[in-house]
């Protein structure tokens, strides 16, 4: 079979560690790893922190004005200090965190991160060094996570294991969450026997020598090594590209049984179609890469952004082939046919239709008292779920009877930003109350704007300052201000809602001569550090806007085709007041940036 060698050395490898930890975890008196990990069983999980905490917590959100610019996205989750009750078990002062992109973000039931030893130096569960818990906003029918994982490791994929837990935060039931175990070193020593390879996260990114930046390095970070992703990204940027030479860099018998598990499962937001949600290791023992599946909430023919995974216009669903790695190989000669034959053989010994039934049947009285207010979708999601097992196998097999399949000629463009710009300059305005109709008509400023290659001059500048007010992007309530991480993010949860952080809309707006449209950029950052103007310089994120209403360069997300261009960069305030009429006066310094590819290009492909 296959998926045979991986299997053996990879069930080993488990079974092994497995019974290390038992026998550790009896011999110390601590918590059992692999008990909290067993999908028989529900997992009550009970977090205690101060009240305001838990509200200053939950409205934290990334900035989507970095991360819609295609820029590397920081890290806003700040770690309180709660205790913690485990399976029964007190674990006091670790440290507990929001989760998530915008997908699941929700500021009623985040996604949570618990280190056990961000606080105190401990270590109380065997095997395991902190808790991942998702809310399964995007998973409705609560088993996505544990069924996907489940049957990568049953393909001999390195895979986490993954189990249901209840949990409560200061007394109050926040539902059913997946508790998945976290890709860190434990992870690494139990699944490869060896967790000093490189590890690297990707999300919204690939392997091209222009994007590998936004890979994010999880092992060995002092060192800060991208020389194994520099590897594969310029192998897969040569003009010819064989078998032989991939199995010197990647374990691709593995990596064909992943990539075809992606398909099975339609987990279009994985790497091969979305270029999004996965680990790559580097096992020191054999020099080979490994990807390791992440974010599955979004599998089995689960909603979602489901819409993105289609870019490209693909047709069939038996084959993802977005991504450069998956698009290169699959155009390798003889690779069509060892995919499918890959494919055929994990239908035959792994998509066992009555087993997946089995496990949703034994799981689903565990957690259908539990269930949240905001999960009573759940039923009708098993339903598609048990619909999906029955009718996959023959979707299928008829796909794969008219093969080869048809994929996009070249792979979709990764994500990734170009300087085209920058600003620099003093200004001066006054704080309003309400919206400026005509910002370029009030305070001033004196900048320099230089636009792709061509000095700006502007008729007239002005300057306008405000309480901002968070835009609406589709269906979602999420804000779409920038900040550095702040504001109310996407996915509001049901329910009373804290208020997030206040912020301030800085709005720069000048005309030009000569029937030019108008040029805007508009800044948000904290009102509190706003109001202190102290001198210091802040950072700041924005966006470009070309035209009235943003016709060209505005934020659209770059799906239209116009230019999606983003600001960062320093802001001082010598000035400011958030009363009408308060006088603001700074300066600031930006760079203009350009998003291409990936979501901003999904037609884009890269040359041939």
């Given at each position: 079979m296959v998926f045979a060698r991986g299997s053996r050395r990879l069930a080993l490898v488990t079974l092994v560690s497995a019974a290390a930890a038992a026998h550790g975890a009896a011999q110390t008196g601590k918590i059992d790893g692999d008990r909290l990990l067993d999908p028989t069983r529900l997992l009550e999980v009970e977090i205690t922190l101060p009240a305001d905490d838990w509200d200053r917590l939950r409205v934290q959100a990334r900035d989507p004005v970095a991360f819609f610019a295609g820029r590397a996205v920081d890290d806003p989750y700040v770690y309180y200090e709660a205790d913690l009750r485990l399976d029964g078990r007190e674990i006091q002062s670790v440290g507990v965190r929001k989760k998530g992109l915008f997908g699941s973000l929700d500021d009623q039931r985040p996604s949570l991160k618990i280190k056990f030893n961000e606080f105190v130096d401990q270590d109380p569960v065997e095997g395991l060094n902190r808790l991942t818990l998702n809310n399964n906003k995007q998973d409705t029918s609560q088993l996505s996570q544990y069924l996907s994982y489940k049957l990568f490791r049953d393909a001999g994929v390195h895979a986490p294991r993954c189990s249901m837990a209840l949990v409560t935060v200061n007394g109050e039931s926040l539902g059913i969450y997946s508790h998945v175990e976290s890709i860190k070193k434990p992870f690494l020593e139990r699944s490869f026997g060896d967790d000093r390879g490189n590890l690297f996260e990707g999300t919204?990114?690939?392997?091209?020598?222009?994007?590998?930046?936004?890979?994010?390095?999880?092992?060995?970070?002092?060192?800060?090594?991208?020389?194994?992703?520099?590897?594969?990204?310029?192998?897969?940027?040569?003009?010819?590209?064989?078998?032989?030479?991939?199995?010197?860099?990647?374990?691709?018998?593995?990596?064909?049984?992943?990539?075809?598990?992606?398909?099975?499962?339609?987990?279009?937001?994985?790497?091969?179609?979305?270029?999004?949600?996965?680990?790559?290791?580097?096992?020191?023992?054999?020099?080979?890469?490994?990807?390791?599946?992440?974010?599955?909430?979004?599998?089995?023919?689960?909603?979602?952004?489901?819409?993105?995974?289609?870019?490209?216009?693909?047709?069939?669903?038996?084959?993802?082939?977005?991504?450069?790695?998956?698009?290169?190989?699959?155009?390798?000669?003889?690779?069509?046919?060892?995919?499918?034959?890959?494919?055929?053989?994990?239908?035959?010994?792994?998509?066992?239709?009555?087993?997946?039934?089995?496990?949703?049947?034994?799981?689903?009285?565990?957690?259908?008292?539990?269930?949240?207010?905001?999960?009573?979708?759940?039923?009708?999601?098993?339903?598609?779920?048990h619909d999906f097992v029955l009718s996959r196998r023959e979707q299928l097999e008829q796909e794969l009877e008219d093969w080869p399949a048809e994929v996009p000629a070249r792979p979709r463009k990764p994500s990734y930003t170009v300087p085209v710009g920058a600003v620099e300059g003093t200004?001066?305005?006054?704080?309003?109350?309400?919206?400026?109709?005509?910002?370029?008509?009030?305070?001033?400023?004196?900048?320099?704007?230089?636009?792709?290659?061509?000095?700006?001059?502007?008729?007239?500048?002005?300057?306008?300052?405000?309480?901002?007010?968070?835009?609406?992007?589709?269906?979602?309530?999420?804000?779409?201000?920038?900040?550095?991480?702040?504001?109310?993010?996407?996915?509001?949860?049901?329910?009373?809602?804290?208020?997030?952080?206040?912020?301030?809309?800085?709005?720069?707006?000048?005309?030009?001569?000569?029937?030019?449209?108008?040029?805007?950029?508009?800044?948000?950052?904290?009102?509190?550090?706003?109001?202190?103007?102290?001198?210091?310089?802040?950072?700041?994120?924005?966006?470009?806007?070309?035209?009235?209403?943003?016709?060209?360069?505005?934020?659209?997300?770059g799906f239209g085709g116009a230019p999606n261009r983003s600001v960062v960069g320093t802001l001082c305030l010598t000035k400011s007041g958030t009363t009408a009429g308060s006088e603001i006066v700074g300066e600031l310094e930006l760079v203009i940036s350009e998003a291409r590819g990936g979501f901003f290009a999904p037609g884009g492909r890269l040359p041939e």
């Open positions: 919204l990114t690939d392997f091209h020598p222009r994007a590998i930046d936004k890979i994010e390095v999880k092992t060995n970070k002092k060192k800060d090594d991208r020389s194994d992703l520099m590897r594969l990204a310029e192998l897969l940027a040569a003009p010819e590209l064989t078998t032989d030479a991939l199995e010197q860099v990647i374990d691709l018998d593995e990596f064909l049984r992943y990539w075809a598990l992606e398909s099975i499962l339609r987990f279009w937001d994985g790497y091969a179609s979305n270029q999004n949600n996965y680990y790559y290791y580097v096992d020191p023992q054999t020099d080979l890469g490994h990807f390791i599946p992440w974010g599955a909430d979004n599998s089995f023919g689960s909603g979602g952004f489901g819409g993105f995974g289609g870019f490209g216009g693909q047709r069939g669903t038996a084959i993802y082939a977005q991504s450069i790695l998956c698009n290169r190989a699959y155009h390798i000669e003889g690779m069509p046919e060892r995919y499918r034959e890959t494919m055929l053989e994990l239908l035959d010994e792994v998509w066992d239709e009555q087993v997946l039934l089995a496990e949703i049947e034994a799981i689903e009285p565990l957690i259908e008292e539990h269930l949240h207010g905001s999960q009573s979708n759940a039923s009708g999601a098993l339903d598609d779920l200004f001066t305005a006054e704080w309003s109350d309400e919206a400026v109709a005509e910002p370029s008509r009030t305070g001033s400023a004196k900048l320099e704007i230089e636009l792709d290659g061509e000095a700006l001059e502007f008729e007239r500048m002005g300057v306008s300052a405000r309480k901002y007010e968070a835009p609406r992007f589709g269906g979602f309530g999420g804000g779409l201000g920038g900040g550095r991480g702040f504001g109310r993010g996407f996915g509001r949860g049901r329910g009373s809602r804290p208020e997030p952080p206040a912020q301030v809309s800085l709005t720069l707006s000048g005309v030009r001569g000569g029937g030019e449209e108008p040029l805007t950029i508009d800044l948000t950052l904290l009102r509190t550090v706003f109001e202190a103007a102290s001198g210091d310089e802040i950072e700041v994120t924005g966006r470009l806007r070309e035209g009235r209403g943003g016709r060209r360069g505005g934020f659209g997300f």
